[in-house]
């Protein structure tokens, strides 16, 4: 694949003749006509309606929780995730620029572009829990866990591997796996991270930097919504990319991802946290799983699963009573004003 042209005199400008990927744009954000309207809607609530600041959640409560009130299961299961998410966010700081250079409609780059800018406030955000919550020393040791611990490096590289195969060789399969990763990490890999979180959270622990995690977790849903989309508007412009051995790649790539997340959350909470268990992590995983590939046109994977283990979960990461699921058919309101209130 080639990375399109900084300025393309001889490009397309008409909205009409826009493609998601191998388009032949000018490459000015000509925005009087847009042909992918659920792409600047996207930019639109990422750039402006969800935007938040870390420091506006008071962190000293969850310091006195972390220091007094956590087990320590508690305490290590916290670090390590916050310690896997720095990672996921960090590899999407990088990688959403690799995207945006082979996107071919304005609107679309646009979209990408503010989340890039999340995926930055997120890292961020991370950085201010744990410096709010730890202690220096302890911070280091937590953004440097992955030296140690097999586990979590293990989890970095499997998650990275798909992205570097397309930047060592930039193939159209390669991209399309690169898309695939990225949608299963932004919809699965994130989320028994989260739920710990919320296990804490509905226990009445670590209530701000759980609320962090809303806030997070909602803006997850808005990447998730793009590349779900991109991948439904891939199926359609360029079915060709779809043979039978990518979707026999996507579908074994679903399992393997399914199978490691639910090893990892596994490893985190150590059967040993209250209110998340292994066989709660094994099937919200799944169920999140079969979730995922069907809204991008697959069958589940565990057909069996058919409703969420831990379906509080849904109620319990609204915001100020606010949905945050970007899966129902149309996104539910979000306004600065009312949002940013704690």
């Known amino acids: 694949m080639k990375r399109k042209l900084i300025f393309n005199p001889a490009g397309e400008r008409e909205a009409h003749s826009r493609k998601a990927v191998f388009g032949n744009p000018t490459n000015i954000i000509e925005l009087n006509e847009i042909k992918y309207p659920w792409g600047f809607d996207l930019y639109k609530t990422m750039g402006f309606s969800n935007f938040w600041i870390p420091e506006e959640i008071p962190m000293l409560e969850d310091k006195k929780q ?13 670090e390590l995730v916050l310690s896997f998410l720095i990672a996921l966010d960090s590899f999407q700081v990088d990688m959403l620029k690799e995207f945006a250079r082979y996107l071919t409609a304005p609107e679309l780059e646009m979209a990408i572009t503010a989340q890039e800018f999340q995926e930055s406030v ?16 302890k911070a280091d040791e937590v953004y440097n866990y992955w030296r140690e611990d097999e586990k979590l490096r293990e989890r970095n590289q499997v998650v990275a591997e798909v992205y570097n195969n397309f930047i060592n ?75 039978p051995e990518m979707e026999k790649w996507i579908r074994e790539y679903f399992k393997f991802a399914i199978d490691k997340e639910i090893e990892w959350g596994k ?57 945050t699921d970007f899966f129902q058919r149309k996104p539910q309101t979000y306004a600065k004003a009312n949002e940013l209130k704690w």
């Open 66 to 78: 972390y220091e007094s009130v956590l087990s320590e299961y508690e305490k290590k299961a916290y």
């Open 122 to 137: 997120h890292a961020y955000s991370y950085q201010y829990i744990l410096e709010s919550v730890v202690d220096p020393v």
């Open 169 to 243: 060789n930039p193939t159209e399969e390669n991209f399309l796996k690169a898309v695939i990763g990225n949608y299963i990490l932004e919809s699965l890999y994130f989320y028994s991270g989260f739920a710990f979180f919320y296990t804490l959270g509905r226990q009445g622990k670590m209530t701000n930097t759980v609320q962090q995690i809303k806030y997070i977790n909602r803006d997850e849903l808005t990447h998730v919504t793009l590349f779900r989309n991109l991948i439904q508007t891939l199926q359609k412009e360029s079915p060709e990319l779809f043979t």
């Open 267 to 323: 490893y985190v909470t150590q059967n040993q946290i209250l209110g998340i268990t292994d066989q709660l992590i094994d099937r919200y995983i799944k169920y999140l799983g079969n979730l995922r590939m069907s809204q991008i046109g697959f069958d589940p994977l565990y057909p069996e699963i058919t409703s969420n283990p831990m379906k509080w979960i849904d109620e319990f990461r609204k915001i100020n009573n606010t949905k």
